[in-house]
């Protein structure tokens, strides 16, 4: 009888023992695959960073030229490249040409953010924010650090101002008719690219350097949707 109740007792450990074995194995291999999956997801998001980066960098090394001599001649501010069989689409602007918050005149500003925005008070929300940055020494160093209660406000914004070299005034700057020119050192480009048959898009500002080596530097970078490009409502 002794014997019995000790195998039944050697039995009932060895029963648990296996289900707390089954456990922990089961524990470990689902760590296991939630980390690779977290490296894959990285190593996925890393080479989408590198690929942008690429498309930033062609980009650039094109504008230096002169547009008869580009490869890629971004007529109408717009073109379609391949990097690594990966087609993007690809649209410039002249970040340079547009009212600079930091610099110009604030009665200025307020007109054409009249013309863009549908609501007076956000109008006097962005005069607001401006008089006190200015009274206080603090420039906008980002268009985004500005504080509205509806995102769209900044989105709006970003049409008809920039930040650090953009226009004092309006009527500066030089018309170009369906060619994009060759820019001038210190004039910042915005890059709106986005892949094909994908929902988001990087929207990037870009600071020209006038050196064929090393032709631009990265001063801005986000994601969006594709409905947020120039948005404004």
Do not use: H
């Amino acid at each position: 009888m002794n014997s019995t109740r000790e195998d039944g007792y050697i039995l009932a450990s060895a029963t648990i023992s296996m289900i707390i074995l089954g456990a922990l194995a089961t524990g470990i291999v689902m760590i296991a695959v939630s980390e690779l999956r977290r490296v894959r997801a990285e190593e996925d998001r890393v080479q989408t960073m590198l690929l942008y980066e690429s498309v930033a960098v062609l980009t650039a090394a094109e504008l230096t030229k002169e547009p008869d001599a580009r490869t890629l001649r971004f007529d109408n501010a717009e073109q379609t490249l391949s990097i690594e069989g990966v087609s993007f689409d690809v649209t410039l602007e002249w970040e340079s040409e547009k009212l600079d918050l930091n610099y110009a005149d604030i009665d200025m500003i307020e007109a054409q953010a009249s013309a863009l925005l549908d609501d007076g008070a956000y109008v006097q929300a962005l005069r607001r924010q401006l008089e006190n940055r200015r009274n206080t020494g603090a420039p906008i160093r980002l268009i985004g650090d500005l504080s509205f209660e509806d995102a769209r406000v900044t989105e709006c914004l970003r049409r008809g101002f920039s930040v650090f070299g953009g226009r004092r005034r309006v009527g500066q700057g030089v018309e170009r008719e369906g060619v994009f020119d060759r820019p001038t050192p210190g004039t910042r480009i915005r890059l709106i690219a986005a892949e094909q048959g994908q929902g988001d898009v990087a929207d990037m500002v870009l600071l020209m350097t006038g050196d064929r080596y090393d032709p631009s530097r990265m001063m801005d970078w986000r994601w969006l949707d594709r409905d947020q490009v120039n948005a404004c409502g």
